[in-house]
């Protein structure tokens, strides 16, 4: 039987940015295959003292090992513990990429950098060393470096789909690359769909400019609000073209305004449905009765899904267009 389960040897070495190419593979698909979450918050300043955490983990486990020779070790119980503090509340996937991974370009610099996947069935809002925020969608990935300072851009790499509200910063362009797709900005909003198993990528504008190329060309397509840029990798064919969108009829990422005077939930959900082109469910008759008196002002979708998750102690999870809320009642209401 082939042992899938890295050893504490192997973590260590991958933590050391020691392993070979093939130990990398190994590692990084173990990762992928976990589903645990853990209820600490991390934030970068936590990072040092994690990774310390990690070690000490895999120390402690060799040390245990070594005294009590023969014993069969319980390994969900140590992996619970170092995947607790690997896999992040938010249910991203962190990890440190290994010295063989190249830099997504020149602009990002040597340092090894960070790489988040979004492992949930919800989109998780991503918070970037310079304050940007992306709204990462299920299965998307994002790459970047653990700061900013000292570059004179402030590049990531970016792969499947998500919202991006960049902070404004003129002495910094931002830069995002999505496979031979470039987008460059400087403070904005726009979303970015890029995922590799379908033909066309979209870069779609809500609000400020947005400058789109192809990184074998040097044409660009600049965007304003309203106005998206359709590459076909295939052909490394792009075009710019004017969104459709009709009023009270919008995109998951685009922002709203609502107010809801002690509306059920059902209604609310209804109302959602209609606006961004969706379909809720609700898996418990009581949720879909409880009440709610809340306003959102300039909100896209997720925020308002995780806005009723705080209201009522919900949860929800997507698949493409369709939403599913879970809960017991109504949050103690």
Not at 19 to 24: A, G, I, P, R
Not at 62 to 78: A, L, S
Not at 93 to 120: C, D, F, H, R, W
Not at 253 to 264: A, K, M, R
Request: charged content about 25%; overall charge negative; hydrophobic content about 35%.
């Amino acid at each position: 039987m082939i042992n899938k389960t890295p050893s504490p040897e192997l973590l260590r070495k991958y933590l050391a940015n020691e392993c070979t190419d093939s130990e990398l593979r190994f590692v990084d698909e173990w990762y992928r295959t976990l589903h645990l979450q853990s209820g600490e918050e991390f934030t970068e300043n936590d990072e040092e003292k994690l990774l310390l955490r990690i070690r000490d983990q895999i120390s402690d486990q060799e040390t245990v090992v070594e005294k009590t020779p023969g014993r069969v070790i319980n390994w969900k119980v140590y992996l619970s513990g170092i995947a607790a503090a690997l896999i992040l509340s938010l249910g991203f996937l962190y990890y440190n990429l290994g010295s063989q991974t190249q830099p997504v370009s020149s602009g990002i610099g040597a340092e090894v950098p960070v790489k988040m996947v979004n492992l949930q069935k919800k989109i998780v809002r991503y918070e970037l060393p310079d304050n940007s925020i992306v709204w990462i969608q299920p299965g998307a990935s994002i790459e970047h470096p653990r700061s900013f300072n000292g570059k004179g851009t402030r590049e990531v790499k970016f792969e499947g789909e998500g919202f991006f509200n960049v902070a404004k910063d003129r002495d910094h362009p931002f830069i995002i690359h999505s496979g031979r797709l470039k987008t460059e900005v400087v403070g904005t909003s726009f979303n970015v769909r890029a995922n590799r198993d379908e033909k066309t990528y979209q870069v779609s504008v809500v609000t400020g400019s947005v400058s789109v190329s192809s990184e074998d060309q040097d044409e660009k397509v600049l965007l304003k609000p309203s106005q998206q840029a359709v590459f076909e990798p295939a052909t490394n064919d792009l075009r710019m073209a004017n969104l459709d969108i009709k009023k009270n009829n919008n995109e998951t990422w685009q922002p709203v305004s609502l107010t809801f005077d002690d509306v059920p939930l059902q209604e609310i959900t209804e109302r959602l449905q209609k606006i961004f082109r969706v379909k809720i469910s609700i898996t418990n008759p009581v949720l879909k009765q409880c009440v709610i008196k809340v306003g959102f002002d300039h909100q896209n979708l997720p925020e308002i899904l995780e806005m009723i998750n705080t209201l009522l102690g919900s949860t929800y999870e997507i698949d493409g267009d369709h939403i599913v809320l879970s809960g017991e009642g109504c949050g103690g209401q």
